[in-house]
Structure formats: C-alpha cells, structure tokens
C-alpha cells in the first residue's frame, strides 16, 4: 500500500494536472497489475461498499482518541471529512516504519484485509481495524480510512486517469475512455486489457463513451457570430429525464444511464421494446415518463428511479420511453464518425415503428436564430429545460469538449428572495468557514425554511458574510448556528415537487445562490404561498400525484448515507436535491463535474 | 452560556476597550484606546493604537514600537514585579515569538490575592528563537484556544523542518523555486532558527554555503531577532538579488524564498516566474486541513505552529493548578465545554481578537 499512498500524497500535494498525470503515469508503470486495477477503480471514483459502517468507525476513534461524541461531531464539523477527522484524532505523522502493515500490497489489504471485515462481528472489525489504526502513521490511516468509507476525492477526474492510462498503453484517450465504461472488476486482467496497445476487441454490454454539449452562455444577438448560420444546426428539446444509451447486442438488452448504472431493470417497458430492435444498434436518448402523448416532470420519472421490482400498476400510471437522439451504432458498425446529419436519417429509420416505447426527439424548426430564441421561452410550458443545439456537421465525440458542435441553452432558473436564517461549516475546502446557509421564506408572519444552497456567493462574499455570521448568532444547536434573520438572497432553483420529508411541505430542486440582494430589506423576501402555487403549476401541467407511494431517491450514490445513519450532521439533501449521477446537469457543481472527481 | 455568573468582583473583565484591569486601572492587549495598554506580544492585533503607555516584556519592545511609533513603550523584565494602580502584574514567557509574554495579575500589592494569568498566545514546544513557556501558578487561567480541538496535534517542530528541508532538495532538483509562506513575526524567524540549527545534522552539509531569499515585509523583524542575538539561517532579501540578474527566473531556481501569507495572491510572486516554476508552501498549524490547503491552493502544507495545539492547552491547564479558566480566541466555547465536562470551573471571555469562534 506504500506506493499507493504516495501516489495519493504526490496527487493531493499539488494543483497542476499535469503532474497529477506524470504521478499516475509513473505509478501505474511500476505497480503490478493486481494493485494497479485496484488503484484504478479507487481513482475513479469507486468503493468498497458495505464494509464497516461510518458510525463504527466513528465510534472507535472516539474511544481510541479518548474524548466525546459531542467533541467528535465538532471536529468533523471542522474537518468535514470522516477519514480526515479519524486521522487527526488517532494518528501520529511519524512512526517507526515497519514491513507490516504499510508494505503489503495495495491488492492483498483490499482483497485479504478489508473486504474479509465484512463477514466479521462488530467486535472483530473494531479489534483488526483499531490494531491498524496503531500501526499505521496518521497518512495510512487516512487512506485506509477513505478506502474504508467512500470515494477517494484526491482531485483527480476521470479525465486525468483516462489521460494517464493512454500514456502507460500507447493507445489514444477515447480508448481508454471506452474500457472504462460500464461495470466492471478490477482484476489483474481487467487491469491488462485497459492497458493493452491491442484495439480490437470490446465486451457486448459495454456502452459508448457519452458525447457532451457545453452551456451556451451569450446572448441572442451574439449567436449569428458565434454559432454561424441557424440552418448548419439541429435544434431539439432539452429532456429533463435520464440520459441513457439504449444497446442491443448478441440478443441482449443493456440500458446505461449517464453515470453508468445499469437501469434495464428499472424500465422493462423500455428494455422490452430495445430486445426488439436488430442486433447491433445502440442508441443514445432520455428516459422519461410519457403518459397521452406528454412528457411528465421529473418528479414523476424520480419515483421510477427507486424500484427495482416494477408492477403493472405503476407501469399504468407512470409509463417510461425513451426518446432517441442520436444513433452510435447501427447493424454492429459504430457510427459515431458520420456526421449527425447522416446519422439523424439513419435513426429515423431504426426507431420507426417503435412508438411509443421509443420515439424520435423532435427537431424544432427555426429560420433564424431569433426563432430559435422564441422556442425556447416555450421550455417551461413544454416541461423541458430548453433547447440542444448541435451542428449538422459534428462527429459524435466522446466527454466534453471545447469544439465538439453540441451545446445546450438552458432556460434561466426559477428564482425566489430568501432569508438567511441558519449556517454551518461547510466541508472540504470551505471546512472553517460558515457556508452551509439554509434560506426560509415569509408563512403568515413567520419564517419557515425551505431550502439549503452553498453556491454561488464570491470567496469575498463568503468571507465577508462568514464574519457577519460569526457576530449575529443567536443560538447554537451543535455545529448549527441560527442567525439574526436581516439577509435576503435571490436564489435560483430548477423545480418544486410536494413533500412530506420538508416542514415546509415542499422540496426545491437544485437550490444555489444567485446573487446577495443586500437592497432588499427582509420583509419583502417571498412568501411560500408562491412556492405552492408554483407547485400547483406544475402539477397542472402534468402532475405528480404520488400517492400514498411515495420513494425516496435511491442510495446508489448516497454518500451521506453512512454518515447521516452515524447522526453526523450534513446539509440534508432530498430526493429530489440528490439526484447523484442520473442528473449530470446540476448547475450547482462546476461545469466539471465528472465521477470520481474532487 | 457561561456558567456561573460573577458580579463586580471579577479582577479581569471584557468592556469596550478590552480586557480591563478595574483595580490596577490598565486593559491586557486593548482593541480600543486606555489610559494604560499591557502587552503580551507584539502581533498586530494585539496591539493597537492610542494608548497613553504601553507595558510589555523587554524583549518586546524594540517590537512594539515599531507597531506604534512615537508612543510610550515601557519594556519590563520577566518576572519583574510592577505596580499598577491598586494591582501588580508582572511578565513571564509565552514561546509565542520574541518577547512575548504571559500577564500576571493580582490585587493589591502585598502578594496575598487571587492570581489571575492572562496567556496571551502562546505554545509549549521549544523554540530557538524565544523563551520557552513558563508555567506559572495561578487561581485564575485566562487561555487562548486558537487550536481548542483534539484534531489540533503537533508533531516535533525537528520534523516538520526536516520535511521543508527535503522539499527545498526536490523543488531543487526539478529546477523549480520553493516559495514558502510564514507569518513576519514569529513563524518567519523560528523557520530560519531550526534550518540554521538543521545544519548540524546529517545529510544538511550542503546548507552550509546557501542563502534564504527574503520579501522585503520579513527583513525589519529578522532584523529585529538578530540583533536580539537570535542564531537565524543566513538571509538576503530577494529585491537586492533581482536587481543583480536580469532573468529573475533563472536566478530563483533552487533557492528557498520565504514570503508574508499575503504575497501569494500578489504581483510581487510573479518575478519567480510562471506558476509552473513555483511552488509554494505555506507553514502553519492551519494547514494540518486538507480543506485550507486546498483552499489556499498551495501545493505543500507544513504544520508547524506557535500556538498551543490540544494536547497543550489541556497540560498547561493542568500544570497552572487554576480553579477556573476563562477561555478567549478561538474555540474558546469548545475548549471551555470541554473543561467543565472533566469537572473545571470555565466559561468563554467575549473578545474581539481576529478569529474569535463566539
């Protein structure tokens, strides 16, 4: 594990990609191909699931660091991060260094240590962890830790690896891109066949890396000079479901969504019309709910997300498609090098027949760039987030790129004036300062929360705001400080939906900050009448009567699971805040955003 | 909430001005302007302007009146009794940074009434530079709690030079310039303390003939701790050394340049060329957080600091022998809830030092 962990003390001791790039390529040179695939798997983002839980772990540190559960909830409050936190508590920078335990393979602690913790009583797993705890320097702790509880987070993108992996095979980083895709374990084989010059084969369930479209920012008058002419371009709707890739292989059915969990399970409809499609067709669309001919709010799709076990009421009352934007591969040929113009008339042809389980994304007509502009004042009515854009000319690329011919002109936000009425210490690299807030809007003379957000202010801002706070607290419950209510904050948010988890009735979607309104006194902040009638809107257009079957978001990529089932307090995020990797569209993270990313 | 509430008779209380000695008539480190300031260290915010005089340890003098020039600065001996009004304070050893210093105050003058101590900022490593610590026996304890949190644990200062050290070898060898932060007064002259007492140890021959460049912002403290015969690592400030060559670039590489927190977001760091040629690192207990390192964006963190860090804080406690502890600065509520919780008398001392947690 040695080499391991200076890999990770090279990659979090400095900002500059490229020498992250250089460390992994210098390691994955070196390392074996057994801890290589495990160190792999850990840099993009995956875990160990299910091995010991945070509350244990939480547990033992305390008793070892000899202090309080209070005094643990506070220091994490700081630090922001359980493995951190344990390290600090229990771990000594030096130690005399010993072959065991820190000289044993990356692949052997994983495979013979860890994984076996879990087939161990509590008593056990506290006996061999804390043993570790003693033996290991406050470094190896940390990244046991980490192993232990969750994704490494050590800065480094899927990119990077993916860059540093085509430099250690030869092969070009779209290849690499391509294995990685999907499911897979990290065997010393697996490891082989990522780093193989070999380029012919692929495995039959494995997805092609998705093609991304960048934000289109400027304005109306700017796009005949940036764009070009409106007839270079296809125009759609934006879906607002899951971006999925729909394969048909060998007999088979796969159905990925973007962040690469397999959801055939989820929509058999879907999955059942696919098994009727040629072999060798892969497909990338949305999934959504479509009921008579209308698409239905995400809200809908999200109570769908949960159930692995799907019956015939629900797919009578929540009915899913798939709508089809783009074909990859056509009678076993990957397509994606045409251009979309050639591929567009090839999809017409493969999804006819197929409504309305699969159905073909509409193109909009526009004659100018003005019209495209008046289409796309139409999203919110429609029930989409606006228009995608792409030139009739692009290839279909692999990630994000600066040129790739995809963009995306998303509609503003809903907004809303909110008062600042609690705050916490953020986590990671906010970890001392007050950026957690939680807003609240006017209910009959009273303030009522109803959303967190901790986006969007400048690091001036934060600074200036986190000293105010400091000054204006009028209580404390534990890391939570209530403060004077005087700030009023526009901020902007993507949807609503009913909801009997918030006091206020009602979760917002993506809650961020648009800006301080340090014009606007407190009593003009909204009311949450307007947010129910917002909530009225939207179930008019559609609605979301869930019934006495309403689901929480699924714990696929809930990483305050453990530690909200620890009693550790962190911003509390509802399904429908938390939509993990379905939704890569959350505009509150950076436009980066990638697995396994910091 | 504090617990237990005193009336009148409280020796050291918080009022506008600052921690206020009603008896003696004088406020330890005033925010605010009083007719008699009493100084435990010369940081900044500790000491401010408008007093009519300011006591402090003599070895903070020469210190202090370059924070306020043209006042009157009464520098006193450690140990030294001094009567104030209707109290006597006397000064003792904080191993904050030179001269600085714990307060010790009790009513009257006879010797026979409750001691108070006021710490100031303080630590309980040794350091080359300043006075170590003195524990000094007292009723009341008045502590800081910069670091009131049991993740707050310092290594040996020996090893976290040993670390700078080999990370100036390495930005060596890749030809880059190692850029490390410190605060001007303190940090700065104890950094260039334990590399000159580093050079005795193996491996560091090749310290003997090398220089540290300097920011322009250090060289009056460094300065300062020479001529208070302090042994501090050769320095030369980095201005002169531009001036000579014309490619500051090239000139930079390999050498270790030490530079004030504020530098990094400054013009003046782009002399050294493109980022890509820096690096920079920045030493304080602070960055023991992963979460500050990366918000600092430095690249190396090194944890080295001159306050007291958990373990400390709990031991100087401990050896005072106090009955009560007021806690200021900090996570003074923690450090305080802590404190009851094993059976103390403590409550928190509203002030208005920077950082202040309440």
Partial sequence: MKRFIALYDRLDSTTSTHEKVEAMVAYFREAPSADAAWALYFLTGQRLKRVVSAAALSGWAVAEARITPWLFDESYGVVGDLAETISLLVGREHTVDRPWPVHVPLSVWVEQHLLPLRQMDVASQREHVVGWWRDLDRRAIFVLCKLLTGALRVGVSRTLVTRALAEVAGVPSAVIAHRLMGDWSPTPEFYKGVVSGDTSTTSASRPYPFFLASGYEGPLSDMQVTLGDVEDWQLEWKYDGIRAQGIKRNGEVFLWSRGEEMIAERFPEIADAFSRMPDGTVLDGEVVIRKDGKVLPFAVLQTRIGRKDVSKRVLAKTPAAFIAYDVLEEAGLDRRDTALAVRRRVLERIVAGFEPRICLSPIIPALTWREASAARSQARTRGVEGLMMKRLDSKYGSGRTKDGGWWKWKVGPYTLDAVLVMAQHGHGKRANLFTDYTFAVWDQGKLVPIAKAYSGLTNVEIEELDKWIRRHTLSRFGPVRAVEPVHVFELGFEGVAPSSRHKSGIAVRFPRILRWRVDKPVHEADTLGRLRRLVDTVRAAGGFDLGDEERHAPSLFDETKADSAAGLSRPGKDALEQTGAFDREDPTRGPDASRGGF | ?358
């Fill in chain 2, 1 to 358: 909430m504090s617990v237990g509430t005193y009336g009148e008779s409280q020796l050291l209380q918080s009022d506008d001005v600052g921690l206020g000695c009603a008896r003696g008539g004088f406020h330890v480190d005033p925010w605010g302007a009083s007719p008699c300031a009493v100084i435990t260290h010369a940081h900044s915010d500790h000491v401010r302007g408008g007093s009519e005089v300011y006591y402090c340890a003599s070895d903070s003098r020469a210190l202090i009146e370059q924070r306020v020039p043209g006042a009157k600065v009464i520098g006193v001996p450690y140990g030294e009794a001094v009567r104030l009004g209707d109290a006597t304070i006397s000064f003792h050893p904080a191993g904050h940074c030179l001269g600085s210093a714990q307060v010790c105050v009790q009513a009257g003058h006879d010797g026979a009434g409750e001691v108070w101590v006021a710490t100031g900022d303080y630590k309980r490593q040794a350091d080359p530079t300043c006075d170590e610590f003195e524990v000094v026996p007292c009723d009341v304890l008045i502590t800081e709690a910069t670091f009131g949190l049991p993740i707050y644990r310092w290594e040996e200062a020996e090893d976290v030079i040993d670390e700078i050290i080999a990370w100036w070898r390495s930005c060596e060898e890749r030809g880059k310039v190692a850029v490390l932060l410190t605060y001007a007064l303190g940090k700065a002259q104890r950094v260039l303390g334990e590399l000159e007492r580093a050079k005795t140890r193996a491996g560091n021959e090749w310290m003997n003939d090398r220089v540290v460049y300097v920011h322009g912002a250090l060289e009056g403290m460094i300065e300062s701790y020479r001529k208070a015969g302090k042994a501090l690592f050769p320095t030369k400030p980095v201005a002169l050394e531009a001036d000579k060559r014309k490619n500051s670039r090239e000139s930079f590489a390999g050498q270790l340049v030490m530079a004030p927190p504020s530098a990094e977001s400054s013009p003046w760091i782009k002399r050294f060329g493109q980022s890509s040629h820096v690096e920079i690192g920045f030493a304080s207990g602070w960055m023991s957080l992963r979460g500050i390192r990366r918000r600092r964006s430095c690249d190396r963190g090194f944890v080295i600091s001159d306050h007291a860090d958990w373990p400390a804080l709990l031991q100087t406690v401990e050896e005072s022998g106090c009955k009560r502890v007021l806690t200021t600065h900090g996570y003074s509520a923690t450090l305080s809830r802590y404190l009851r919780e094993q059976g103390m008398e403590s409550s928190v001392l509203r002030t208005q030092y920077a950082d202040e947690e309440e």
